[in-house]
């Protein structure tokens, strides 16, 4: 790796089936009357009413609901999201279309139309350099920090279930890759390989997407989407550090767990 690299990719960086069994038993000596209350039983429950979908939080609840300082140990919180990482759903494009839902993720915004939205960013801290190290370690070492943008989304009839779905059909439809672009700038992805979802939520999914960086390096993005009722909690992040040297690096799944305790 090449002091070159370095510096051009921490520049260029700083731009995871519910199944119902029933089981019936008797006896020969079994109780008539008990069958029969056991028999009406089951008529009174088949015939209650499904359960009623999750409600939308609105933008206030979301509000709330967000990641703050307070909420973390470590990093800093932005609730004021910087103007490149505010990317709107609109202007992410994809070359596959089945991937859409992907480059809407790894962009930081959100699959399908909720009815309400809120942003975070949030940024680790820096780590100490070795006093040892030489320039091009130091270097890597100064830039060696995870950043993640946080996005919840809320949803009427269904939709967070519709969305999450996509996310999900995306990840196997588009596993051997895809791109994605907004303006000018197009980000290649030549894999993407599900791994394990954090607990918490109703539904949950956790990726690491092998993106093509500068001069050959692949690097390791990760994303997270967890839903809890009506309401998607995205997290894109990248490592500045990984950018450039390609190496894997820890999720901050830090992050994850404050903002799903916080929703609830």
Known sequence: MSLTTVR??????SAAALALLVSACGSDGGDKADDGKTAQADKTASASPAQAPAKALTGAELEKAA???ADVKSGKVFTKVPLQDDITQAKVKTDKPECAPLGHLQAGTYEGQPAAT??????ADRKKPDPKAGVEEALVAGIDRAKAIVTLASYDDGGAEKAFAALKTAATACANGYAWTVGSDTTKVGKVTATTAPQGGDEALALTLLVDADEGVKAPAKAVVVR???TLAYFSAYNMASA???KDWPFPDEIVQAQLT???
Do not use: E, F, P
């Open 8 to 13: 051009r990719a921490g520049l260029a960086a």
């Open 228 to 230: 809890k009722g009506a």
């Open 67 to 69: 990641l703050t300082q």
């Open 244 to 246: 450039a040297t390609g």
């Open 118 to 123: 809120v942003k975070r960013s949030w940024l």
């Open 262 to 264: 916080k929703l609830g």
